[in-house]
C-alpha cells in the first residue's frame, strides 16, 4: 500500500512538472539585437508589448521595456554578467539596390533555435504608400525574425526587420507579391534611443576596407543578436491593443462626439493650455466647452492642449489626441511622426521664414522632394530636408518625419 502511495505522488508530481513545463511555453518568439554595451537591446514593438514575461534566451530577463508603438519599436534591458557587443548605426544614407544581410531567429520552433542569416537588396526607400519610415526589402522574413538587425555589406545598421506584405494582403488586391519585405530605418530607431536618452553608436566604413564575405559578416554580426521570448498573455493582448488602434481613426459617429486618436497629436490652433492633468481631464474640458474641437494631450509632461480647429493628425508616441467627429470629414491622417527635441542635420533644400509649425507642415506635405522637417519655434524658421541623416538632440526644435 505505501508503494503504491508512492507511486501515487510520484505520477502527480511528474504530471505536476509537465503542466508547468507547458505553462511555461513562451506565447511568442522574435529577434532582438544590441545596441549598448551595458544590455539595452532592440526588437519590435509587437514582439514585447502585452508580454507578462519577456526573456532574453542564454542572458535573463528583460526589464524596463520602452514602447514606441507607433513606428512598432521597443527598447528591453537586460543585467547580465556576460558582456554585450552592441551594433553600430551607420551615418551613411541608404542607397538603392545595395546588398544587405538580416539576422534572426526565423521559425525557431520548427527549425533550428540557431541564429539564421538571409541576404537580400534594398528594393525601394520606402514603404507601403511612400512611407519613409521603412526601406523595402528582398531578403527573405519568417516569424521570428520580427525585431532583428538589417545590416550592409560592412556589418552597420541600416533597419530593423518589421512586417512582410502577407498573403492575406495579396489575395484582397488580386495580386502575387514575392519577397515583398519591409525594415525600419535606422535612423527612426536612432530618434526613438534619443528620446529615452539612451545613446547609440554611429559609424562608417573606413575607406580601402574590403568587403565581408557573408560568413565573416554571419561571425562579426550574430553575437550581438539574441532570441526574445514572450511569456503571458500577449498574442490576445496584442490584437485587443491593434483592434483599439484600428478603430481609433475616423469613422462614422454622430456628429460633435470626441474620437479618440491615440498615439497621434493634433496639429491645430492651441487657445488653452492645462497643465498636471490626465488625459480624462484633457477631454473633459474640452467636451465642456464649445469652441474646443480638438486635443491633444502630451503624456510625458501631463500637458493638454485645446484647440478651437484641426487640420491633421501627426504621429507623436507621448502623445494622445481626440478630436471632434464633425471635423473628421476635413481631418488629414499625415505619415508624419512627430519629434520634440530632435534634429535631423543636413539635407535641407529649403528655408521658410516667419512662419509656424503648422505651415511647415503643410509645406513638407506638398513637395515630394521633401522627406523631413525642423522647425525652429523661436526663430519662426522653418527647414524642408530631402535627405534623412544621423538625428540628434536639438533644444527647441521640432522635427517631423515621413
Not at 75 to 90: A, E, G, M, N, Q
Not at 113 to 133: E, F
Not at 364 to 385: N, Q, R
Amino acid at each position: 500500500m505505501t508503494i503504491g502511495r508512492r507511486a501515487f505522488w510520484a505520477a502527480l508530481l511528474m504530471s505536476a512538472a509537465a503542466t508547468n513545463a507547458l505553462a511555461e511555453e513562451p506565447r511568442s518568439t522574435g529577434t532582438g539585437f544590441t545596441v549598448t554595451s551595458d544590455g539595452w537591446l532592440m526588437t519590435n514593438a509587437h514582439v514585447v508589448e502585452g508580454c507578462d514575461r519577456i526573456e532574453v534566451k542564454g542572458r535573463g530577463t528583460a526589464s524596463d521595456p520602452r514602447i514606441d508603438s507607433t513606428n512598432d519599436l521597443a527598447l528591453i534591458k537586460v543585467s547580465s554578467d556576460k558582456p554585450w557587443t552592441p551594433l553600430t548605426f551607420r551615418r551613411a544614407p541608404t542607397r538603392l539596390g545595395e546588398d544587405i544581410v538580416a539576422i534572426g531567429y526565423p521559425l525557431a520552433d520548427l527549425l533550428s533555435d540557431s541564429v539564421k542569416i538571409t541576404t537580400g537588396n534594398v528594393n525601394a526607400l520606402a514603404g507601403l504608400k511612400n512611407d519613409t519610415r521603412y526601406i523595402q526589402i528582398s531578403t527573405p522574413i519568417q516569424p521570428g525574425n520580427s525585431g532583428g538587425p538589417v545590416v550592409d555589406r560592412d556589418g552597420f545598421l541600416l533597419g530593423i526587420t518589421s512586417a512582410t506584405f502577407s498573403k492575406k494582403a495579396a489575395d484582397e488586391i488580386g495580386i502575387t507579391a514575392q519577397n515583398v519585405n519591409f525594415a525600419i530605418r535606422a535612423s527612426v530607431a536612432d530618434l526613438f534611443m534619443q528620446s529615452q536618452s539612451i545613446g547609440s553608436l554611429s559609424g562608417d566604413k573606413v575607406a580601402g576596407q574590403p568587403v565581408l564575405s557573408t560568413a565573416d559578416l554571419a561571425d562579426k554580426v550574430s553575437p550581438s543578436v539574441h532570441q526574445v521570448l514572450c511569456y503571458g498573455k500577449a498574442e490576445l493582448q496584442a490584437s485587443v491593443q491593434r483592434e483599439e488602434t484600428a478603430t481609433s481613426l475616423p469613422r462614422p459617429v454622430a456628429p460633435g462626439i470626441l474620437l479618440d486618436a491615440a498615439g497621434y497629436d493634433a496639429i491645430g490652433f492651441d487657445y488653452a493650455t492645462l497643465k498636471n492633468v490626465s488625459y480624462r481631464d484633457c477631454r473633459d474640458a474640452c467636451d465642456t466647452d464649445g469652441q474646443c474641437k480638438a486635443i491633444t494631450y502630451n503624456a510625458k509632461h501631463r500637458f493638454c492642449f485645446l484647440k478651437n480647429n484641426v487640420v491633421a493628425l501627426i504621429r507623436n508616441g507621448d502623445a494622445m489626441a481626440a478630436y471632434s467627429s464633425s471635423k473628421a470629414a476635413d481631418i488629414i491622417m499625415s505619415d508624419f511622426t512627430s519629434y520634440s527635441g530632435m534634429d535631423i542635420p543636413g539635407g535641407d533644400y529649403k528655408r521658410i521664414r516667419q512662419t509656424n509649425y503648422l505651415e511647415c507642415f503643410v509645406s513638407c506635405i506638398g513637395e515630394t522632394a521633401c522627406k523631413a522637417f525642423a522647425y525652429v519655434a523661436k526663430k519662426k524658421e522653418c527647414w524642408l530636408k530631402d535627405t534623412l541623416g544621423r538625428p540628434k538632440a536639438a533644444k527647441g526644435i521640432d522635427l517631423g518625419v515621413k
